[in-house]
């Protein structure tokens, strides 16, 4: 099956990207975090057995995201686009062996602007809409527009947790970088730009790759 990746340092906006991609293009979008955090919330064993993982902002292991992913996928839908997988050079490896990978896209962040923006994000508990106090404020302060809920901060973006999260990133994940580099599909976007002009560039890319 084919498949897009999002890579990129935490509050990078894969998440936002790789949706809009997926959208564009019909293609299933994974977000690895997010299921993770489904099962958490259902208490799966999964769920169970990766709850303090996720809090202490760890990363989970290999196994079990490959255990995720092959529950998570849709064969009926035209190809994938992947946001928060893979994490560690064992799981690109992963990727590559079991799927087309077409393209992937590191969002290129400076670390200073990354930990503003994760610290800046606030989630409804109840229908899990995103929020941003600076550039995606819900119309009433701290109060989900969707359902009235009130918003809360993630406990993987509490500032202890961030700088763990970020350490992590640099350790393990820009190892990912090089290593798609040298399969020859890797597209650095700069990801300080605003959303809208990110998302051209992306879709002129997977569109030349789609139609070649």
């Excluded at 958490?40 to 255990?67: C, M, S």
């Excluded at 992937?104 to 800046?120: D, K, Q, W, Y």
Aim: hydrophobic share 40%.
């Amino acid at each position: 099956m084919q498949c897009f990746v999002f890579l990129g340092i935490q509050g990078s906006g894969k998440g936002t990207q790789a949706e809009l991609l997926s959208e564009s293009i019909n293609f299933q979008h994974i977000n690895i975090g997010d299921l993770l955090r489904e099962q958490v919330t259902k208490r799966t064993e999964l769920g169970i057995k990766v709850q303090d993982i996720i809090e202490r902002g760890d990363l989970v292991p290999d196994e079990l995201v490959f255990e995720i992913v092959e529950k998570s996928l849709e064969p009926e839908r035209k190809g994938i686009v992947f946001d928060g997988f893979p994490r560690t050079l064992v799981q690109a490896k992963y990727l590559v062996e079991h799927f087309e990978v077409l393209q992937v896209f590191f969002l290129e962040l400076a670390e200073n602007e990354a930990i503003a923006r994760l610290s800046s994000r606030r989630i409804c508990p109840a229908c899990g809409t995103n929020y941003n106090i600076h550039s995606n404020k819900p119309q009433k302060d701290n109060i989900c527009d969707v359902c009235g809920t009130e918003l809360i901060i993630r406990k993987d973006d509490q500032p202890e947790v961030i700088s763990r999260r970020v350490k992590e990133f640099y350790d393990q994940t820009l190892a990912l970088k090089e290593f798609f580099a040298k399969q020859g599909i890797l597209s650095v976007i700069d990801a300080s730009e605003k959303i809208d002009e990110i998302a051209a560039k992306i879709a002129a890319i997977a569109e030349r790759l789609l139609n070649r």
